[in-house]
Nanobody, 118 residues
């Protein structure tokens, strides 16, 4: 098991919802920003949503309006709630944590596949 582990991916029908989770082992999210990226086949990786160490959230174009990023400090986990999914949301979703003061301290999970289809 790696330092950053994603879970919750799978297959869902259009219009459905999925909640992804990101667990960071040994790294407190109080000092790490959490970023969710996604990469569809044949496309570049893009930022979907982020939550800073102080709790501020930001959404990329792909995540704005339908996705919600949150975190549970007790569990040291972050989540990405995705609603009203569309086939174009099909991608591998990656969790990245980056230290709030030392940007080189950046860690990636292996990704979790989300497939939106009938």
């Amino acid at each position: 098991q790696g330092l950053v582990v994603e879970s919750g991916g799978g297959r869902v029908q259009p219009g459905g919802s999925v909640k992804l989770s990101c667990y960071a082992s040994g790294r407190s999210l109080s000092i790490y920003h959490v970023n969710w990226y996604r990469q569809a086949r044949g496309k570049n990786r893009e930022l979907t949503a982020s939550i800073t160490a102080d709790g501020s959230t930001n959404y990329g174009e792909s995540g704005n309006g339908r996705f919600t990023i949150s975190r549970d400090m007790e569990k040291n986990m972050a989540s990405l709630q995705m609603n009203n999914l569309k086939p174009e949301d099909t991608a591998v979703y990656y969790c990245n944590i980056r230290h709030s003061a030392i940007s080189d301290w950046s860690y990636w999970g292996r990704g979790t596949q989300v497939t939106v289809s009938l």
